[in-house]
């Protein structure tokens, strides 16, 4: 599984959707951080649900002719703002505060707490979704353990812990505050667990903390579960990441309750709901972990 922006180029770009949804002559911009495919994605399937009612103009920050993005938004005065990826919410910031704002692509959703009338997909595939995955992949499971930070990923993990209960697994979750702290609390956590859960929490992971979660879990017989595919290349068994054009028209959904007259306010955010999983076999072997031969035949495999 492979996922897929120099500033003030303006794109409009149309799509069919039931006119109920919006007023015709509305806009929404869509700011994008970078030219990069998954970003691409999440633009494209934005504009196939928003609907042929409305006009979206993308502005993407990292062009060569870049332009003030404050004065952008206020010369087309939009509708509704979308925001791919996380630069592009940081970039926001107060600017437009007024202007709903429908965010995805974003792993760290408490960036947009600080701001009113903004809803969005998160970057992690509904926990629901998730435990199914892991119980047709690893049948005998029966506790899963995780490290994350309250303020970042709080809401994320309450989820966890009542999908997991549904099916009879326990969590066993920590509490981050420090990131020297991960080394002693990754080490202690997995002498407990069957499965070591890995979610998209920005305190927790970073390119040191994963290097050593996953040398630790490796020689205590831990397998891990994953975000995204590129960790099933350094020691994930199973990776559970999502789709980025499945993730567009999920906001773009979204965004035409927004624009019929709801506000974002009144359209709660959301998990993403379509899950791309990837297997690494050589890990599997390596645990003396047999994976059903049918699960696979649906997932992306490693050999």
Partial sequence: MRIVVPFLILMALLA?????????????????????????????????????????????????????????????????????????????????????????????????????????VSMFVEPAIQIAIIMEALPRIKSVGLLYDPERTGGAV????????AKGISVLAREVWRQKSIPLMGMEIMENIDLFWMIPDL????????????????ESETPVLAFSDKYADIGALVTIGVDPSDIGRQAGEMARKVLAGGGADTVPPEHARKANVTVNLKIARKLGIMIDRKFMEQTVVIE
């Fill in 16 to 120: 069919p959707a039931s006119p109920r949804h919006a007023e015709a002559g509305q806009v929404a911009i869509a700011i994008q951080g970078v030219r990069a495919k998954p970003y691409d994605d999440a633009f494209n399937g934005f504009t196939a649900a928003i609907g042929p009612n409305v006009t979206v103009r993308r502005l993407v920050l990292s062009d060569d002719d870049s332009g003030n993005l404050t004065e952008a938004t206020r010369s087309i005065k939009p509708d509704l703002i979308y925001a791919i990826g996380m630069q592009a919410v940081s970039e926001l910031n107060d600017i437009a505060p007024e202007v709903p704002l429908v965010y995805a692509m974003v792993p760290d959703i408490a960036a947009v707490h600080g701001r009113k009338h903004a809803t969005g």
């Fill in 158 to 165: 309450d989820a966890i812990r009542k999908a997991a209960a």
């Fill in 203 to 218: 305190t927790v992971v970073t390119p040191e903390t994963a290097e050593f979660l996953f040398l630790f879990a490796m």
